[in-house]
């Protein structure tokens, strides 16, 4: 039986050493396949010429596929992966156990071009997880056939969401969500759905024990296009994994930690499960939105005789430099006002000091932020302690 609580103690043995960053690109992942004997099978290449891997594990009958990064920009999930494929080649029974009931193929890096330049979109801008109709992109393709000629009882989707998610009507971070999509626009639920909410409910009653209070469910409004719902409309039990902010961790080390925990949760339930009960997946909180990355209070902002005394809303934004080819977190003003129902990831109070800004003494929207208020100071999208 597992034991998540000792799962979790354990995690540091099999953690994937080299993943700390939150972007991780081709060339970071053709570097682990130099230095991990895991053998690896090219099933495509996207459209700059990438290829795409799949390795596979296990002897079971039943068939798990696990994808990551078809959102460029998404690598939580792909440094879980690994973290997955360590624990898979350690001693562990548990391990062991699932290798011997299930074929677990994984694909990671669906999208190696936009993870190069950390973007959701592929190299022409296409999002592939809205491309399931069109099939418009090189690499929803690749992803269609592994699917046609495997076989699979379940699929794992794992993505990434934004710090701005919190659990329910709680300040807790929604550093995990889940979600069993909908199969059309009355988000019905029939057999397909049942079994994905009763694993993703085991998945939920094992993290609960480690990562209490933070875990959240997705909205699960029918998106015609998506990959999840026309696999569910398919007759596949699609779980989405979203991996999104804990406390202090920007690089998404203690999330990429916690979602591993979750993959292994979800294929030991399927070895230990032919029914999985759903009655409790209504009650995982919905996702709110209610934080933003920082709030500075009672903000002075004045022009001549006019004056406002607002709080301003900061969002990070992970940018790419191709010139000097890193990523980069900046600071951007993204809401001006009123903002006493937003919680803030950090809160300053400016106790009505006055806003300096470089050209204008007044805050701009959506640009990299420079600007000085009381000893609080932001220069191009870095904050100054």
């Not at 994905?196 to 409910?201: D, F, N």
Request: with cysteine; net charge negative; charged share 25%.
């Amino acid at each position: 039986m597992l034991d998540i609580n000792q799962l979790e103690k354990d995690y540091p043995n099999f953690r994937q050493e080299g993943f700390d960053k939150k972007w991780l690109n081709f060339e970071q992942l053709n570097h682990y396949f130099s230095i991990k004997s895991s053998e690896k099978e090219q099933i495509g290449s996207s459209f700059l010429g990438n290829p795409i891997y799949k390795l596979s594990f296990g002897t079971g009958e039943r068939r798990v596929l696990i994808w990551s990064q078809m959102h460029g920009n998404e690598s939580s999930g792909t440094r879980a992966m690994f973290d997955v494929i360590n624990f898979f080649e350690s001693n562990s029974t548990i391990a062991q156990t699932i290798l011997s009931q299930l074929t677990i193929d994984f694909i990671p890096m669906l999208n190696p071009d936009g993870a190069n330049v950390n973007t959701r979109r592929n190299a022409v801008g296409i999002d592939i997880n809205r491309d399931f109709l069109a099939k418009q992109s090189t690499e929803i393709h690749i992803l269609l056939n592994q699917v046609e000629k495997g076989n699979y009882n379940v699929l794992f989707n794992l993505h990434d969401q934004r710090t701005i998610f919190n659990v329910g009507q709680t300040n807790e971070p929604a550093t995990l969500s889940f979600l069993a999509p909908s199969f059309n626009l009355e988000e019905e639920v029939n057999d397909v759905r049942k079994k994905t909410m009763g694993i993703i409910q085991a998945i939920n009653s094992d993290l609960q024990k480690v990562i209490p209070e933070k875990i959240g469910r997705y909205t699960s409004e029918f998106y015609p296009m998506s990959t999840g719902d026309n696999f569910t409309k398919m007759g596949y039990p699609c779980v989405l994994f979203e991996a999104g902010h804990y406390p202090n961790d920007y690089e998404r080390n203690k999330t990429r930690e916690y979602n591993a925990l979750a993959i292994i949760s979800g294929l030991n339930a399927l070895t230990i499960k032919t029914e999985f009960p759903y009655d409790e997946y209504s009650s995982i909180p919905q996702n709110g939105q209610k934080f933003l990355d920082i709030i500075i209070r009672n903000v002075l902002i004045k022009q001549n005789e006019n004056s406002s005394l607002v709080d301003l809303g900061i969002y990070f934004e992970d940018v790419y430099s191709e010139k000097n080819n890193l990523v980069e977190r900046v600071a951007k003003i993204i809401e001006i006002g009123d903002l006493r129902k937003f919680v803030g990831h950090l809160e300053l109070n400016a106790d009505k000091e006055l806003f300096k800004g470089i050209g204008k003494d007044y805050p701009l929207l959506n640009q990299i932020a420079t600007f000085e208020i009381g000893k609080i100071k932001c220069e191009n999208g870095q904050i100054i302690d």
